[in-house]
């Protein structure tokens, strides 16, 4: 009989793997960088082509909300204004494009908007695009393969099942498929496939653990599997694998429902499994959730610490350093350098912050 291979230096090859995971959540950093020029929450934040990232619109307090806009430089650590926005705006969503301008669309100041509008890095400028059909607070909005934009779902005194696609080309929104019920605080994560998958939200008071997926060749919005608890105000992130991870938000109790669970969506099965727990239980991060450079997921918002997810072990393991406080609607950036910049959200008086934070992961190259 033939003899079997050693397994041994397999073995030892995969706890080094592990141990070096561990290693590095272990020796990860977080600490302050310059602040914004103003406070804001449930503000956008996007990375643009030359690096830097716009930071546009957001609220101070209740009923308080800005047009101001601002860039950080992760060359300098520094904030600087540029061009206001046409419209107050929070909650709103914004794109980066396919030739790198951002779309704003929706949000609420005193009143819920349909307004959207374009900002050009090369000038500075906010400049008006078509409306929406709805007026939309709470939506997504999705970049598809095409480059159109797919904007789901959202609330303005009540909940909306439909969608509409921005076309940049002809700076037109146009009406597609509905989802099978309203939803407000989803989530939606562009899929491999190129489809998109929606999950969890509002609707009439209730949180659903439905999920649906969206396919833009035919235009409708089908079931898949359903959450393994309902879940609203929560975040999600695609992984290197095409699993999708599903953290935090909360039951229909808002604050006092908030979770530290977790789950993974499997494309090829249609169906949600709960892997291992957040330390903190965390909700209101939707933007607070990024993917890092080297597969392992970052999760800010909803508490003073942060947290990795690491899919080789599927465990949270929380990062070195602290949040001046629990944050809410912060948003979590991915620089070209492998940092993450956290900025902004508000406490739990709902009063938002300028402060401002840099994650670096141990072997980050700072150019």
């Not at 716009?54 to 609220?59: F, H, K, S, T, V």
């Not at 609707?203 to 409708?220: F, Q």
């Amino acid at each position: 009989m033939k003899q079997l291979n050693n397994p041994l230096p397999i073995l030892l090859l995969l706890l080094m793997f592990i141990t070096s995971a561990i290693s590095c959540e272990a020796n990860d950093t977080l600490a302050p960088t310059g602040r914004m020029t103003i406070a804001r929450a449930s503000h956008s934040a996007t990375l643009l082509s030359n690096g830097k990232v716009l930071i546009a619109g957001g609220m101070e307090r209740n009923d308080v909300h800005t047009n101001s806009a601002e860039l950080y430089d992760p060359a300098t650590g520094r904030f600087v204004v540029t061009g206001n926005m046409n419209v107050k705006r929070s909650g709103h969503t914004a794109t980066r494009l396919s030739n790198g301008k951002i779309l704003i669309a929706g949000g609420s100041n005193t009143e819920w908007l349909s307004s959207a509008e374009i900002y050009d890095p090369s000038t500075g400028v906010f400049t008006p695009t078509g409306n929406m059909s709805f007026r939309r607070g709470g939506a997504t909005a999705t970049l598809l393969a095409d480059g159109k934009v797919l904007i789901v779902g959202g609330y303005d005194g009540s909940l909306h099942s439909d969608a509409e696609i921005y076309d940049p080309a002809t700076g037109k929104f146009t009406a597609t498929g509905n989802m099978s019920a309203g939803r407000s605080a989803h989530t939606a994560t562009l899929l491999s496939n190129g489809k998109v998958l929606i999950t969890g939200g509002g609707a009439n008071r209730n949180v659903l653990a439905s999920a649906e997926l969206y396919n833009p060749v035919s235009g409708a919005f089908t079931p898949t599997g359903n959450l393994t608890v309902v879940r609203h105000k929560h975040a999600a992130m695609r992984l290197p694998n095409d699993d999708v991870l599903i953290v935090g938000g909360s039951d229909n109790r808002d604050w006092r429902g908030r979770y530290t669970s977790a789950e993974i969506y499997k494309l090829a099965t249609g169906t949600f499994s709960a892997v291992s727990n957040m330390n903190t239980a965390r909700f209101k991060l939707p933007a607070a959730v990024t993917l890092l450079n080297n597969g392992m997921v970052f999760v800010a918002g909803g508490g003073t610490s942060a947290e990795t997810y690491n899919p080789a072990t599927n465990t949270f393991n929380i990062v070195k350093g602290e949040i001046d406080a629990a944050r809410f609607y912060s948003t979590a950036t991915l620089l070209s350098d492998g940092r993450v910049l956290i900025i902004g959200g508000y406490n739990s008086n709902i009063e938002a912050s300028a402060s401002a934070w840099l994650y670096k992961q141990q072997g980050t190259k700072i150019s």
